[in-house]
């Protein structure tokens, strides 16, 4: 292959967004940015197999034809990348590397979103079932006490199930949605206001909202829903006689701060960068006595990432938690 011929190849591969490597008899002869961003400097003019350390990879590389291999733990632990390697000649081979590690952790994530959602709902279904059965038998059917606690029980396992198909169908509309900045300008005041409204009856909640409207660019039944959650997990996992304030800071830099805080039990600091996960639960034998899904703040993540917001968890064991929701303000 002319000079002319190899400047225009690395001219065109320079253009690339994702790693490309030309190799001449084991050697690399040209790395682009991208190949240089992922493996180092070293590795123009370095032997393939000094270049890329991965056994697998070099096998390709080096074989008799074109092929294509997964290769891990490039650059970073846990990537994964596509290598895929095509011969130009018998000694001249072009490498090119496809990040794959996104689609991979999407696939393992929806897996294991599967896997929970059916555990969850297994567990209920089985109670209900079972109760059922014994209902059906004119032993234990018969006696009046013994059915209203049954009939009492399987009505609180299928509201239980009613909740989580509302949480995950939820879930689901929002991640949709999760590219689509809400169109619409809401006033955040009116949200606030109404969502404490519908705790003030038994509940201690108190407000420090300001007066003037404070819009931001939002949908209003996913903001109401977020601040319900916040409340409701304070109520529920604060303890027996919490307060919870709901309180609204407008900031100089163009942004508004919702924040939720109780005087409850708190959480333990090994549990708070796992509460937004799907299904996590920081005590599960108390989060079904008080009815969670274990889906609440994994909710309010999303809601508050589709909003371009921000989102600050802080707790303290016995003194309490303050969840905190950053979102912009809409221009004037």
């Known amino acids: 292959m002319s000079k002319k011929d190899l400047d225009s190849q690395e001219a ?3 253009c690339f967004d994702r790693p490309c490597m030309l190799v001449d008899s084991e050697q690399v002869t040209y790395a682009n940015d991208a190949a240089i961003n992922l493996l180092g400097r070293h590795i123009t003019g370095a032997n393939v197999r000094l270049a890329i350390r991965a056994p697998v ?3 390709a590389i080096l074989a008799s034809e074109s092929s294509s291999v997964t290769v891990t733990d490039i650059g970073t632990p846990g990537s994964v990348w596509e290598l895929r390697c095509e011969l130009l000649s018998k000694r001249q081979r072009l490498v090119t590397m496809q990040d794959k590690s996104e689609q991979q952790s999407i696939a393992r994530v929806h897996t294991d979103f599967v896997a929970n959602a059916s555990h969850e709902l297994r567990t209920p279904l089985a109670n209900i079932l079972g109760y ?3 209902l059906n038998d004119p032993k234990a059917g018969g006696d009046p006490s013994t059915r209203k606690r049954f009939l009492g029980t399987i009505r ?9 198909v509302s949480d995950l169908m939820s879930l689901s509309r929002i991640e949709a949605e999760k590219h689509r900045l809400p169109d619409n300008s809401v006033n955040l005041n009116d949200i606030c206001n109404k969502v404490a409204e519908e705790f003030s009856g038994d509940a201690k909640i108190s407000r420090k909202i300001p007066k003037q409207p404070v819009l931001v660019r939002g949908e209003e039944a996913q903001l109401s829903q977020m601040l319900r959650n916040l409340i409701d997990n304070a ?14 800071v407008i900031s100089g830099d163009g942004w508004v701060k919702v924040m939720v805080t109780d005087d409850g039990e708190g959480i333990a600091p090994e549990h708070l960068p796992r ?3 799907r299904f996590y639960r920081t005590d599960p034998g108390r989060s079904k006595a008080v009815g969670g899904t274990g889906l609440g703040l ?11 917001g921000r989102l600050d968890i802080r707790s303290e ?3 309490g938690t303050r969840i905190s929701i950053s979102l912009p303000l809409v221009e004037s």
């Open 156 to 164: 609180g396992e299928a509201e239980r199930m009613q909740s989580l």
């Open 57 to 59: 990879a070099i096998s």
């Open 12 to 14: 065109l591969l320079a």
């Open 317 to 319: 064991t016995g003194i």
């Open 235 to 248: 109520f529920k996992y604060g303890g027996a006689d919490v307060q919870v304030i709901l309180e609204m």
């Open 132 to 134: 059922v059965e014994t």
């Open 275 to 277: 509460l937004t996960e």
């Open 298 to 308: 994994s909710i309010v993540k999303h809601i508050v990432s589709r909003h371009r």
